[in-house]
């Protein structure tokens, strides 16, 4: 499609789920196309599905990667896109240690890392990185401004699904000033509560619930502080394929349109082609209904019996012989040597040889890995991981990554006490050779 902006005005045009594309008189730029299946490592699928995603977008300026993860950052889909409109800058935020840089060099991509603003004309984008002062830091929001003719600054902000504390809300709105659209998260992905209980458990429904409204709050608080004229919930629109589809239901992932309950600024634009901009902000082709669970049923039946990556790399019958015990040490001595996390919290890894992996993620403690018998008392506070050997040697190798297997749902948890350490879950990022 042509770029074509009739008005001095930032147009914003929603493809599917954080892949929006947003153009000024002076350049359009594609944020976050997500359109691989399978991504983290076979687990995530598009409901509903976009056909034809290159054609639709159309040519385009620039292309904006808030952050790694494959939801956002889709290297496959990005180098089709190349192939069929020519290499575009790509443009990240600047963080340290940058692994989203790394990450796309590897792929064979080369990133633009945005230091200070780029002004086109009477366009200005600027990048702001979430930091928390952890070396996991990945996120970014970006900042969209066309200056008229007649001194208004049309402004677009784009949050992304940042968990942003106080301090960030108030940089971004110091930056942005006054805004017209914000994009922004309104649900969380992620594994909990569906991974932390059996199916079977009371508990898991109400967690569920519990998790959306926690989420829908962040959103309440977020829009107050940037108070835009027009706010678009967006992103984290999936759904889990292969042996995982029992646990769609247990998500807690909202629909946007149950924001429109509570928030009268609220937007949901329709999929592949809803659009609105800043001069009138009056949206064309919006969604006020949910989406029909028979089309989600339809859709989780064409993708149950998906295999995992994993699945398709190792047989069964080679699980005995993959070195897990070996790998374990030099894994965990490379985890504790990046550990941001000050008490003891023990993670639990059953093996296949009936012994329980049992590592410290205290970076005090200088004894940081045992192996306890499969019946013995485990240690607490801990997060037993139950994981299919194969997978887990492909994160052990950095086959795979422990971030991915947690957002995809890859394995299961159970922590005593059921509370959320975060330095201690960052910890397991690292827990590769």
């Avoid at 029992?246 to 659009?275: C, H, S, Y």
Wanted: hydrophobic residues 35%; charged residues 25%.
């Amino acid at each position: 499609m042509e770029k074509v902006v009739s008005k001095e005005a930032i147009s914003v045009r929603y493809i599917y789920s954080a892949c929006v594309i947003t153009t000024t008189p002076d350049l359009s730029i594609l944020h976050d196309p997500w359109f691989t299946e399978g991504i983290y490592d076979g687990s995530w699928f598009h409901f509903p599905k976009i056909e034809n995603p290159l054609e639709s977008i159309g040519d385009v300026d620039f292309i904006y990667v808030s952050h790694i993860h494959p939801d956002h950052y889709d290297s496959d889909f990005l180098k089709k896109y190349f192939e069929k409109y020519g290499v575009k800058k790509v443009l990240i935020a600047n963080h340290l240690p940058n692994h989203l840089a790394g990450k796309m060099r590897a792929d064979g991509i080369e990133p633009t890392i945005l230091t200070e603003k780029l002004t086109i004309g009477k366009t200005t984008v600027e990048i702001i990185p979430q930091k928390t002062g952890s070396i996991s830091d990945i996120d970014s929001a970006i900042i969209v401004k066309y200056q008229a003719t007649n001194d208004k600054t049309h402004c677009v902000v784009n949050a992304n699904d940042i968990i942003f504390d106080e301090e960030m809300r108030s940089q971004l709105k110091s930056v942005a000033n006054e805004v017209d659209i914000l994009l922004c998260g309104y649900t969380g992905a992620g594994p909990y509560p569906q991974t932390y209980f059996d199916t079977s458990n009371d508990k898991l429904l109400a967690e569920a619930n519990n998790k959306k409204l926690a989420f829908f709050e962040r959103y309440k608080t977020l829009v107050k502080t940037i108070d835009a004229k027009v706010n678009i919930p967006f992103a984290g629109k999936y759904i889990l394929g292969g042996k995982l589809v029992g646990l769609n239901d247990f998500r807690g992932v909202a629909d946007p349109v149950e924001v429109l309950e509570f928030d009268e600024k609220a937007v949901v634009l329709a999929d592949n082609g809803g659009e609105i901009d800043t001069d009138n902000l009056n949206p064309s082709r919006i969604r006020k209904e949910k989406y029909d669970e028979r089309e989600k049923i339809k859709r989780i039946q064409e993708i149950q019996t998906m295999r995992m990556d994993y699945e398709r790399l190792i047989a069964k019958e080679e699980i005995e012989q993959l070195p897990l015990k070996r790998l374990l040490f030099p894994a965990s001595r490379n985890a504790v040597s990046k550990s941001e996390c000050d008490e003891n919290y023990y993670f639990c890894i059953r093996l296949p040889n009936e012994q329980v992996a049992v590592i410290n993620a205290n970076k005090n403690e200088p004894k940081f890995l045992t192996f306890f018998d499969k019946s013995a008392a485990l240690p607490t506070p801990h997060s037993e991981i139950i994981i299919d050997p194969r997978y887990l040697f492909g994160l052990l190798t950095n086959v795979y990554h422990w971030n991915n297997a947690e957002v995809g749902s890859q394995y299961d948890t159970r922590r005593v006490p059921n509370s959320l350490n975060r330095k201690a879950q960052a910890f397991l990022n690292y827990l590769a050779i």
